[in-house]
């Protein structure tokens, strides 16, 4: 039953494509000449303004992956389509946004500065700003903090401005990888509602996010589809419908629907790490 | 949310705080602990080779006392005041032509490997070109006026400048690479808002290296155009007439020059590079 109305929900979503990965392979040389295959022929459809989470073990490509979608990587073989067009021309009309791992904020640049340097490179595109940069840091929590310097933030507080940073140009499609990885348990699990409410406010204007995790339960808490990635070389073993109502809450993240998902995820990434071969057969 | 504890000031520790707030009281108190130990280090070593002259039996021609050093030097204390104002005028000019055709051919050496390579073997055959072998060129080309000298100066301070661009310009936060590019930044907007501010604290490195050489530069153009001033044609003339105790006196003049040059730059260093590592972890 839980199957079924997934089905339906995610074919409502598939309508139109936020962005779409046909066969992508990402093969690396290595150090001896050797050939490192990170992806192996993934296609992946991100449905507009769904919140779809790729999760795996460590080192299967779930971050080439996301490069190659945001146009930071070109791929072996395969194509990454964003919003109809290439990546490249989606970054061009500034409707592609990226926030990484790590807040990658300018140290000689305050908080202000920061969010608004997307304005101040390429301006010969003609996109507007969608929100103030007052708008965002207020959206972000941050309107006290706008003088300061990235290191005298925290870090939960350097991955707001990295969000911030994002969406001056209210991008359509949010590209995320691992942006909370770095964080301490307690300020991870606060960035996730933190994340939520940001993308159900005007601003956030329910995004097409991309979501790059090795957190089960970050996946599931945020998620409409989890894309479950099996080892090296990375392909889709799976994509789990999350059943959970929006808007969502930490509360929920001890309900038995909440767990239940967690432990089917679980399940699927406990055969990919324990027993290489036997995920195979459950690839849809 | 909690606030971070905001840093004092990291930069220019005591000083330029006392300077901004109070009267000369409070700035003699906030400068003395830097200016003291090296000036009892110098008079320290000026007694013990006071001693040495005295017991040992040196003889004025070839070791002056400090105390005829300093005898000679306040005697004649506006001569050397002024001619060390011409030398440090020289350093400085050399210092500045220097380092900026340095950083100028350094931005072209670390945007193409190419050129690095075309052009790093023909900076290194101008550095170690003998400078003395060709100041009485400069001369020639340049004729008598400021121009052979600061062009002297300028050789011998371009090439630290130069190494240091290269390898900051190049050392940047791939990460923040990254983002630029993921917002279709061109290469000089990479250049003007992540390559050139990272390399600042390499700049500044180099230069404090390069404010000595540019002392040496001054020096040996002022020998090779004695007659027209300076503190080393001062040392060409003094050495001549076997006045030890005036030539170690302009020797003492540079000294003080340089520390003063060097104090100098350390000061804009602390004021521009305040959110840099290392005006964060060392202080006091």
Redesign the interface.
Same mark, same amino acid.
């Given at each position: 039953m839980v199957q079924a109305s997934a089905q339906s929900r995610s074919k409502s979503a598939a309508t139109t494509t936020a962005l779409r990965l046909h066969d992508v392979s990402v093969r690396y040389v290595g150090g001896r000449g050797g050939e490192l295959a990170a992806l192996e022929k993934v296609s992946l459809d991100l449905g507009a303004g769904e919140f779809l989470s790729v999760v795996g073990p460590s080192g299967c490509g779930k971050t080439s992956l996301l490069r190659v979608a945001?146009?930071?990587l070109t791929p072996s073989e395969g194509t990454a389509e964003v919003l109809g067009g290439s990546p490249?021309e989606a970054?061009?009309a500034?409707r *592609?946004g990226?926030v990484?791992q790590?807040p #990658?904020?300018?140290?000689?640049r305050d908080v202000r500065s920061n969010v608004r *340097?997307?304005l101040?490179?390429?301006r010969s #595109?003609t996109a507007q700003p969608a929100a103030s940069v007052d708008e965002l840091l207020h959206l972000v929590?941050l309107t006290?903090f706008e003088a300061?310097?990235p290191?005298?933030?925290?870090g939960g507080?350097q991955q707001r401005v990295a969000l911030a940073r994002a969406l001056v140009f209210g991008p359509e499609v949010l590209l995320m990888d691992e942006p909370f990885g770095a964080l301490d348990e307690i300020t991870r699990e606060q960035m996730r509602y933190e994340l939520l409410r940001v993308r159900d406010s005007a601003a956030g204007a329910r995004k097409s996010v991309l979501f790059v995790t090795h957190s089960v339960a970050e996946a599931v808490a945020l998620s409409d589809r989890v894309a479950v990635m099996s080892r090296r070389p990375g392909q889709i073993k799976a994509i789990m419908p999350i059943e959970l109502a929006r808007p969502r809450s930490p509360e929920e993240e001890r309900s038995n629907a909440f767990l239940d998902q967690v432990d089917r995820i679980r399940a699927l990434l406990r055969d990919e790490l324990g027993d290489g071969f036997s995920g195979s057969d459950a690839r849809p | 949310m909690r606030e971070p504890a905001r840093p004092q000031s990291p930069v220019l520790p005591a000083a330029a705080r006392g300077l901004g707030r109070f009267g000369w009281g409070s700035v003699t108190r906030a400068v003395l602990p830097y200016a003291l130990p090296p000036l009892i280090a110098a008079v320290l070593a000026g007694i013990t080779w006071e001693l040495w002259v005295e017991l040992a039996d040196v003889s004025k021609f070839v070791v002056p006392r400090p105390s005829a050093v300093a005898e000679a030097l306040f005697d004649d204390f506006g001569f050397f005041i002024s001619e060390g104002l011409r030398t440090l005028w020289v350093a400085v000019g050399g210092l500045a032509l220097g380092a900026l055709a340095a950083l100028a051919l350094a931005s072209l050496m670390a945007h193409s490997r190419w050129l690095e390579r075309a052009l790093l073997p023909i900076a290194i055959g101008i550095k170690v070109t003998p400078i003395v072998a060709v100041a009485p060129l400069f001369v020639i080309w340049f004729g008598f006026g400021w121009e052979p000298k600061f062009a002297i100066a300028a050789m011998i301070t371009y090439f630290p400048v130069l190494i240091n661009a290269i390898v900051g310009l190049r050392d940047v936060d791939p990460r923040s690479l990254d983002f630029l590019r993921s917002v279709r930044a061109s290469p000089w907007e990479v250049y003007r808002t992540l390559r050139l501010p990272s390399a600042l604290p390499y700049l500044f490195a180099a230069l404090k290296i390069a404010a000595t050489l540019s002392l040496i530069g001054a020096v040996i153009a002022e020998f090779f155009t004695s007659g027209q001033g300076g503190l080393g044609s001062v040392i060409a003339i003094e050495n001549r007439e076997l006045r030890l105790d005036r030539l170690f006196a302009a020797v003492v003049m540079l000294a003080v020059i340089g520390v003063l040059l060097n104090v100098g730059i350390s000061i804009v260093e602390r004021l521009w590079l305040s959110w840099h590592r290392s005006s964060l972890t060392t202080r006091g």
């Open positions: 945001g146009g930071l490249a970054q061009e500034k *592609l990226l990484f790590e #990658a904020l300018l140290p000689w *340097l997307p101040e490179v390429n #595109a929590g006290e300061y310097r290191h005298e933030l925290s507080m | -």
